[in-house]
T-cell receptor, first 114, second 115 residues
Framework: AQTVTQSQPEMSVQEAETVTLSCTYDTSESDYYLFWYKQPPSRQMILVIRQEAYKQQNATENRFSVNFQKAAKSFSLKISDSQLGDAAMYFCAYIGRDFNKFYFGSGTKLNVKP | DADVTQTPRNRITKTGKRIMLECSQTKGHDRMYWYRQDPGLGLRLIYYSFDVKDINKGEISDGYSVSRQAQAKFSLSLESAIPNQTALYFC??????????????FGPGTRLTVL
């Protein structure tokens, strides 16, 4: 089975600074999709950004961007100009081309300091 | 109105009680999922269903059962609740024919406490 690893249980960043959250995964598939979800204190799961493995170009959504390294099986999330509202749990997730099951990492809690 | 709803939002119950968590969606998606979230473990899949007649076990199905009453409704039951089932439970839907990503759309979650 695929595994998704987030090695940073908790991180802190100063408001307006940049922070990078790490995610690695293990798979034997060549085509798959990767996601970052945000879970604020409201506990709602919110999709932040997504990446198709066959696309070499890194996905970007406003202040959020990813660094996708397929050979290294790495998918990190960069948050630029951090805001207080970015404070949340962030989960990395993987799904194969069969679209059957999602695999989630254990999460990284991001604190944003004013 | 929310596309994926869960009831109840919070529930406290006692060991040995039967409890049902309900999920409804208005997104028209065929695929529905139940996850459990525990601190430090992320989200783990309990059961998933690709249509009304298709139910599949996830990685942690022991102690749980599900019912897909209609395309829009997917219920999770704990037949005899135990304290280590205390967790945050999420329902999710997806549609691989939509955006092509099969991204998950989550309900607001149910906080379950078993005393």
């Amino acid at each position: 089975a695929q595994t998704v690893t987030q090695s940073q249980p908790e991180m802190s960043v100063q408001e307006a600074e940049t922070v990078t959250l790490s995610c690695t995964y293990d798979t034997s598939e060549s085509d798959y999709y990767l996601f970052w979800y945000k879970q604020p204190p409201s506990r709602q799961m919110i999709l932040v950004i997504r990446q198709e493995a066959y696309k070499q170009q890194n996905a970007t959504e406003n202040r959020f961007s990813v660094n996708f390294q397929k050979a290294a099986k790495s998918f990190s999330l960069k948050i630029s100009d951090s805001q207080l509202g970015d404070a949340a749990m962030y989960f990395c997730a993987y799904i194969g081309r069969d679209f059957n099951k999602f695999y989630f990492g254990s999460g990284t809690k991001l604190n944003v300091k004013p | 109105d929310a596309d994926v709803t869960q009831t109840p939002r919070n529930r406290i119950t006692k060991t040995g009680k039967r409890i049902m968590l309900e999920c409804s969606q208005t997104k028209g998606h065929d695929r529905m999922y139940w996850y459990r979230q525990d601190p430090g473990l992320g989200l783990r899949l309990i059961y998933y269903s690709f249509d009304v007649k298709d139910i599949n076990k996830g990685e942690i199905s022991d102690g749980y059962s599900v019912s897909r009453q209609a395309q829009a409704k997917f219920s999770l039951s704990l037949e005899s609740a135990i304290p280590n089932q205390t967790a945050l439970y999420f329902c999710a839907t997806s549609d691989p024919t939509g955006t092509g990503y099969n991204e998950q759309f989550f309900g607001p979650g149910t906080r379950l406490t078993v005393l």
